[in-house]
């Protein structure tokens, strides 16, 4: 078997990484490297949620790295011989978070993952300045990562509330149409009364039943479909005879208020030649009013949705608030919506209505909820039920949300909090929900998080603190079973 190709001493003597150590201490790395020529453009390590396998000492040329999200190719470092790079996803098992990509023909020295860790751990000053340098490193992609977390959950309330205010909108805009036609109808009777030679007496019969009709519609139960389409074939012969342009249009809103054919004789008899008009007239001032109606409730859902999502991002309050978790999980359900709405997805509640209002960072407290709640839509995929449960357990309010979907798998349950770890395909996740709810429960909310897995049935559980003190136990991933709950301090 061909020795490989090792790096000379006088190659790795360049690079800075081996500046306080011995020669002697550098011929152990030298032992374990191994030299790989890449020519330009090729791609030295793909983006993906594996561990990265290989530390590399870039020896010569320059290599390009860049991030892929969403289809897009985003350039963010660029790495000039002599240097090192990959520390990061090797010393976190994570994954480069995008693409290496040999921008010049390439000279490397690549070191496993097992050889770097045990060199590391055993030469400090290799350990410290590996350390020192990928420490900022990780902090900006944490940064950066972070503020994609946060913008995603924006787009997601942003999308919810643009989806859940288009029907209302939509239903408003159709109604106010159809009043405009109504009020145009009513407004033609009028003289189409005086032309008929109608007199004030019968003009006010007319008027008196029409009224009668309007408020037969405000308190008449709905018909069943059965009913209301016997009434509408009874109506539609009688306007007919009345010679009625389109009479089918006014046989709907007639027939729903009990005009039958026993209203309409008086009708005929009063009017006279006006009587067609005076039929379309009650059934325009019908048709206003049901608009009227149907407005009024499409505007009040539409201000119910600003509510929620004022509620939800806790505008125009301090940063610490006093909140019902109650409203907070309403409002995120609200918010969340649209992901539900084509899908045969139940959600059932099982809320301790008894349990007093808490003090935190509210706002972030349902970015928290969010997470876990679309991680469990996305569990389910189009069938499935989710359940939201709130108890008090010691000095902390329990919050629980279960699905009964297939379950996380046994291998990557230890690793569900962990930053950057992600089960979804390159440029769909970042890799923080968890973390950042994890974070968010633990280091701003003073609380716990846990969970519990397996097929049918995985539950995530928060404690917050009912006083603000510190839970004990911090943030606890739990295999088939959540520790204990949390004490106070």
């Known amino acids: 078997m061909t020795e490989p190709e090792r790096p000379t001493l006088a190659e790795l003597r360049t690079i800075d990484l081996f500046d306080e150590i011995s020669d002697e201490e550098v011929e152990r790395w030298r032992a374990v490297a191994v ?43 660029r790495q000039v011989a002599p240097t090192w790079m990959g520390a990061i996803p090797v010393l976190t098992e994570t994954g480069f978070a995008g693409q290496m990509v040999a921008d010049t023909d390439v000279r490397l020295a690549v070191v496993g993952a097992e050889d770097f860790i045990q060199l590391i751990l055993s030469e400090r000053p290799v350990h410290r300045k590996v350390m020192r340098a990928i420490r900022p490193v990780a902090s900006r992609i944490a940064a950066r990562e972070q503020t994609r977390e946060r913008l995603a959950s924006l787009g997601t309330m942003s999308a919810g509330l643009a989806h859940e ?27 189409v009364f005086v032309e008929s030679g109608i007199e004030r007496e019968e003009a006010e019969q007319l008027v008196a039943m029409q009224r009668e009709a ?29 010679g009625i342009s389109e009479p089918w249009r006014l046989t709907e809103p007639r027939a729903a208020a009990g005009v039958d054919g026993e209203w309409l004789s008086p009708v005929e008899q009063l009017a006279g030649p006006g ?21 009024s ?61 808490i003090t935190l960072l509210g706002s972030e407290l349902n970015q928290v909820w969010t997470n876990l709640l679309a991680n469990a839509i996305e569990a389910l995929g189009d069938t499935g039920t989710i359940t939201v449960s709130t108890e008090r357990d010691g000095v902390c309010v329990k919050v629980g949300i279960a699905d009964d979907g297939p379950g996380i798998p046994e291998e990557i349950r230890d690793r569900v909090f962990d930053p950057f ?69």
Not at 454 to 462: A, D, I, L, N, S
């Open 421 to 489: 770890f992600t089960t979804k395909g390159v440029g769909e996740g970042t890799g923080l929900g968890l973390d950042t709810a994890r974070r968010i429960v633990t280091e701003r909310l003073n609380g716990s998080i846990a969970f519990e897995s397996e097929p049918g049935r995985t539950v995530f559980y928060v404690w917050l603190p009912l006083d603000g003190t510190p839970t004990t136990g911090g943030s606890r991933t739990a295999v088939g079973g959540a520790q204990e709950p949390p004490s106070g301090r």
């Open 214 to 242: 309007m408020e037969r519609a405000a308190s008449r139960s709905a018909l069943s479909a059965l009913e209301a389409a016997d009434a509408e074939d009874e109506l539609l012969g009688r306007l007919e005879r009345l």
């Open 35 to 77: 030299i790989r020529e890449v020519p330009a453009g090729t791609v030295i390590s793909e983006a993906g949620p594996s561990g990265a396998s290989e530390f590399i000492l870039l020896l010569d040329g320059i290599v390009q790295g860049l991030v892929v999200e969403a289809g897009r190719v985003e350039p963010v470092t």
């Open 297 to 357: 409730e499409s505007t009040d859902r539409m201000g119910k949705l600003v509510k929620a999502i004022k509620a939800y991002a806790f505008m125009d309050r301090g940063e610490l608030v006093e909140t019902d978790v109650h409203e907070g999980l309403e409002t995120t359900l609200t918010v969340l919506n649209h992901k539900l709405k084509h899908t045969s997805i139940e959600v059932q509640r099982d809320y301790d209505k008894t349990l007093p209002k």
């Open 165 to 191: 205010l288009n029907n209302p909108a939509a239903a408003a805009r159709r109604a106010a149409s159809d009043l405009a036609e109504a009020l145009d109808v009513l407004a033609s009777t009028i003289g």
């Open 275 to 295: 009587a067609g008009a005076a039929v379309s007239g009650v059934a325009a001032s019908l048709t206003a009013q049901g608009m009227a109606a149907q407005i």
